[in-house]
Nanobody, 130 residues
Framework: QVQVVESGGGSVQAGGSLALSCVASGINAKTDRTCMGWFRQRPGKEREGVAAIDRYGTTIYTNSVKGRFTISADNAKNTLNLEMNDLVPEDTAMYYC??????????????????????WGQGTQVTVSS
């Protein structure tokens, strides 16, 4: 049974920090080189990619979070983390963990599209107040 479970959301004031975690289980990847990522959906907005990491540890971020967010993964434990610092109200969103099972190599300036990912978590809410 596939499970992707996020945790760590909450409410914080602007300038604060939060850390999100995701644990994936029951997933059989088709290749050793895959990607995991974080997406978010802000109120009234479409879902957008926030950050992604491949199995070799290469990372990529959307411009609005560069320098403030850090994505990391433990491949052996199939866990994904997102450390968020200097949060601003515009970061308020439901955050989703996404897991891919097909080949993925982060080598350009483009985040993997949501169509790449095969499994998604239920989401965890992050609220930043001014």
């Amino acid at each position: 049974q596939v499970q992707v479970v996020e945790s760590g959301g909450g409410s914080v004031q602007a300038g604060g920090s939060l850390a999100l975690s995701c644990v994936a289980s029951g997933i059989n990847a088709k290749t050793d080189r895959t990607c995991m990522g974080w997406f978010r959906q802000r109120p009234g907005k479409e879902r957008e990619g926030v950050a992604a990491i491949d199995r070799y540890g290469t990372t990529i971020y959307t411009n609005s979070v560069k320098g403030r967010f850090t994505i990391s993964a433990d491949n052996a434990k199939n866990t994904l983390n997102l450390e968020m610092n200097d949060l601003v109200p515009e970061d308020t969103a439901m955050y989703y963990c996404a897991v891919g099972t097909r080949y993925c190599r982060i080598g350009s300036a483009v985040l993997p599209q949501d169509t790449y990912y095969d499994f998604w978590g239920q989401g965890t809410q992050v609220t930043v107040s001014s």
